[in-house]
């Protein structure tokens, strides 16, 4: 099984930054696509951003110019890096991975849809 573990969230003024970290733990041979969402008190969980293997990005609008998402594939690691925050960035944000391939024994088994527990980031004005 892979199980997801985020940190780094927290209470920040408004225009200060946090970097939020998620990771990937079991007996992991790969992981494709590894993202971050977030879901704000009465609102529907949504994307933030996305990182592929080879470091492909893609963003939200809102996350554009202000998050940076990056991966560490050797400590199967997914980093949110989050500059100029505004309060409607509050949110519990969530780690997902869309698909990892880990193994029990000696046998390969594929996990899709993969999330975490979440971190809770509070940006008060």
């Known amino acids: 099984q892979v199980q997801l573990v985020e940190s780094g969230g927290g209470l920040v003024q408004a225009g200060g930054s946090l970097r939020l970290s998620c990771v990937a733990s079991?007996?992991?041979?790969?992981?494709?696509?590894m993202a971050w969402y977030r879901q704000a008190p009465g609102k529907p969980r949504e994307f933030v951003a996305e990182?592929?293997?080879?470091?492909?990005?893609k963003y939200a609008e809102s996350a554009k110019g202000r998050f940076t998402i990056s991966r560490d594939n050797a400590m199967n690691t997914v980093y949110l890096q989050m500059n100029s925050l505004k309060p409607e960035d509050t949110a519990v944000y969530y780690c997902?991975?869309?698909?990892?391939?880990?193994?029990?024994?000696?046998?390969?088994?594929?996990?899709?849809?993969?999330w975490g527990q979440g971190t809770q980031v509070t940006v008060s004005s």
């Open positions: 997902n991975v869309d698909r990892a391939l880990y193994l029990v024994a000696t046998s390969t088994f594929s996990g899709e849809d993969i």
């Open positions: 990182v592929s293997p080879d470091a492909n990005a």
């Open positions: 079991g007996r992991i041979a790969s992981i494709d696509n």
